[in-house]
């Protein structure tokens, strides 16, 4: 029993410097927190401020909006498409990071590529949702778009249609009340004239070989010249015989769709029975 005991106290002992030693500095895996201390409604902070660890995603701040890559490989812009410069990167977030920062980060800062990482517009993109960064490790110009999760109030209805053939999914966007179809009016109602006024309309059609298969809204997003409407579909272990149509309504607001591409992006589930 001895033995053990002092076998995990070594462990103990050389984790922190194992872990230290193998962390970069782009992303610090032991920070200090000899200066943290814990505040009276619960949280942690310095002399009264709040501090949060945030796993940052690859990004640049420039103009009010944030641009983003997975960290996943890069999308590589050839040099022919790089425009006019837009900026420097000047600053990257503190660590521990201050609450206020999360949602206050300030332009030209970036996490994922260094101070004075330069960043241009993309021959035949809009920078408002596309920028790309030069990175001097690699020599590649990195693509980097503006993401925004939209507001997500998805309508289901069962009884979808599109005219027409298509390929399912089917997707048709709405601008205005005029063109919203009378049976959909019937079906969705909350959508009214006033509605469209600030909004419009993506709805998605999907056909499926069983009523049994459920659908839900998880996510709907800006990513640079589109925006996409992730549904999850729920099937079942064992499902029903019927055939089943389905329309899937979410609202945009006018100033966010912007012109942009609807694309429906449909994850399945299985849903196993116990």
């Not at 050839?78 to 990257?92: D, F, H, N, P, Y």
């Not at 005219?163 to 063109?179: I, K, M, N």
């Not at 004239?193 to 997003?221: K, P, Q, W």
């Not at 389905?246 to 849903?271: F, K, M």
Request: hydrophobic content about 40%; glycine content about 8%; charged content about 20%.
């Amino acid at each position: 029993m001895k033995r053990i005991l002092i076998f995990v106290w070594l462990v103990c002992l050389l984790f922190p410097l194992i872990s230290c030693g193998a962390a970069s500095d782009a992303i610090p895996v032991c920070p200090d927190f000899s200066a943290v201390t814990e505040t009276d409604d619960g949280g942690s902070g310095t002399e009264g401020e709040a501090y949060a660890i945030v796993d940052w995603m690859i990004f640049v701040r420039y103009n009010g909006r944030s641009y983003t890559r997975d960290f996943a490989p890069p999308t590589v812009i050839a040099e022919e498409k790089i425009g006019t410069q837009l900026g420097t990167v000047q600053s990257k977030p503190p660590y521990p990071t201050p609450m206020d920062y999360v949602t206050n980060v300030p332009d030209l800062t970036s996490f994922g590529y260094p101070i004075g990482a330069h960043f241009y517009e993309i021959t035949g993109s809009d920078p408002a949702y596309e920028i790309a960064v030069y990175d001097r490790e690699s020599g590649e110009y990195h693509l980097l778009c503006y993401g925004d999760s939209l507001p997500n109030e998805a309508k289901i209805v069962r009884g979808g249609w599109l005219e027409g053939e298509f390929t399912a999914p089917g997707v048709r966007l709405y601008q205005t009340y005029d063109e919203f179809p009378a049976r959909h009016r019937e079906q969705f109602p909350e959508y009214d004239a006033a509605f469209f006024e600030d909004n419009v309309l993506a709805v998605v059609y999907l056909e499926e070989g069983s009523g049994s298969i459920s659908h839900e809204v998880t996510m709907v997003r800006r990513v640079g010249e589109t925006i996409e409407i992730h549904i999850r579909r729920e099937v079942p272990e064992i499902g029903t015989c019927d055939m089943a149509y389905w329309a899937i309504a979410a609202a945009i607001p006018r100033e966010d769709w912007d012109g942009a591409a609807i694309v429906p992006v449909i994850n399945s589930h299985q849903a196993w029975i116990e």
